[in-house]
């Protein structure tokens, strides 16, 4: 049974910093892309951000270019998003998924809230 357990959504002022974590299982994971999506209330998902199966690729929104980090550990079937200099647009819940963009087939987690508010 393939799992996508998001956790480290928070409540952080401007400016602040947190790391999302996504924990995997009953997938290879180490075989996978993988990507952070948005979905702020009211809105369409939005990308974010995605990585290659060794991790050595990264690629970004330009939104959030040059503030989020995208990582992966395989031997912890973990992945991860750093994101720094938060703002309020940020606010969104994040998911963790093998596709940019939700499909019947996909792997989705339940998402992890964040809200960027003074």
């Known amino acids: 049974q393939v799992q996508l357990v998001e956790s480290g959504g928070d409540l952080v002022q401007p400016g602040g910093s947190l790391r999302l974590s996504c924990a995997a299982s009953?997938?290879?994971?180490?075989?996978?892309?993988m990507n952070w999506v948005r979905q702020a209330p009211g809105k369409a998902l939005e990308w974010v951000s995605d990585?290659?199966?060794?991790?050595?690729?990264?690629s970004y929104a330009d939104s959030v270019k040059g503030r989020f980090t995208i990582s992966r550990n395989n031997a912890k079937n973990t992945l991860y998003l750093q994101m720094n200099s938060l703002k309020p647009e940020d606010t969104a819940v994040y998911y963790c998924?093998?596709?940019?963009?939700?499909?019947?087939?996909?792997?989705w987690g339940q998402g992890t809230q964040v809200t960027v508010s003074s």
């Open positions: 998924a093998n596709e940019r963009r939700r499909s019947s087939s996909g792997y």
């Open positions: 990585i290659s199966s060794g991790g050595a690729f990264t």
């Open positions: 009953g997938f290879t994971f180490s075989n996978y892309r």
